[in-house]
């Protein structure tokens, strides 16, 4: 089973900041199928990137993943108030799937 | 449109079976690299994967819970059945059916959720 790591826990900033989530593997995820979701409270969780780099359609361009193997990342550009959420990582590349434990992404 | 809608009870004792459907619409449960996923999320915490069924009846269960999880469909009713048994307080948590298709593109669709909780 593949455990994946998300830093930070929490993520502090203002508005228009950049901001950077990590999430790491502890194997190599398969075809590079690690997705990210958003999550506000009390909704289910949003797709917004999948095959580690490749963007929903009509999620902004300021969300941008990358990475390969077992280190991925998704930045925000520029953080919009609607950006302030929480941020799992999850890979589909092999079962069983897992989940990250999250990312807070709160006003500073 | 694709939509997924979770029901089954609001409340559970502990040490009794939890049984919760999914119903589907806007596609097929038998159509081919069609699959769909059971996760849940404890209050305030992170979500976690339970099991998935394929669209050809193959099925796959989360490695701590696998023996207590069983997952079926009925693809005359458009539905997902997950059964767990013995369940504990712990196991209150807002479970979520979800789709996803074999290919890149990941769990794109998910219902609204259902709280479970587990009475002691």
């Known amino acids: 089973e593949i455990v994946l790591t998300q830093s930070p826990g929490t993520l502090s900033l203002s508005p228009g900041e950049r901001g950077t989530l990590s999430c790491r593997a502890s194997q190599s995820v398969s075809s590079s199928y690690l997705a990210w979701y958003q999550q506000k409270p009390g909704q289910a969780p949003r797709l917004f990137i999948y095959a580690a780099s490749s963007r929903v359609t009509g999620i902004p361009d300021r969300f941008n993943g990358s990475g390969s193997g077992t280190d991925f990342s998704l930045t925000i550009s520029r953080l919009e108030p609607e950006d302030f959420a929480v941020y799992y990582c999850?890979?589909?590349?092999?079962?069983?799937?897992?989940f990250g434990g999250g990312t807070k992404v709160e006003i500073k | 449109q694709v939509t997924l809608k979770e029901s089954g009870p609001a409340l559970v004792k502990a040490t009794q079976t939890l049984t919760l459907t999914c119903t589907v619409s806007?596609?097929?449960?038998?159509?081919?690299?069609?699959?769909v996923n059971w996760i849940r999320q404890p209050p305030s915490k992170a979500l976690e994967w339970l099991a998935r069924i394929d669209w050809d009846d193959d099925k796959f269960y989360s490695t701590s819970l696998r023996t207590r999880l069983t997952i079926s469909k009925d693809t005359s009713k458009n539905q997902v059945v997950l059964t767990m048994t013995n369940m504990d307080p712990v196991d209150t948590a807002t479970y979520y059916c979800a789709r996803d298709i074999v290919g890149p593109t990941a769990i794109d669709s998910w219902g609204q959720g259902a709280l479970v909780t587990v009475s002691s």
């Open positions: 999850q890979q589909y590349g092999s079962a069983p799937l897992t």
């Open positions: 806007g596609f097929s449960l038998s159509s081919s690299g069609t699959r």
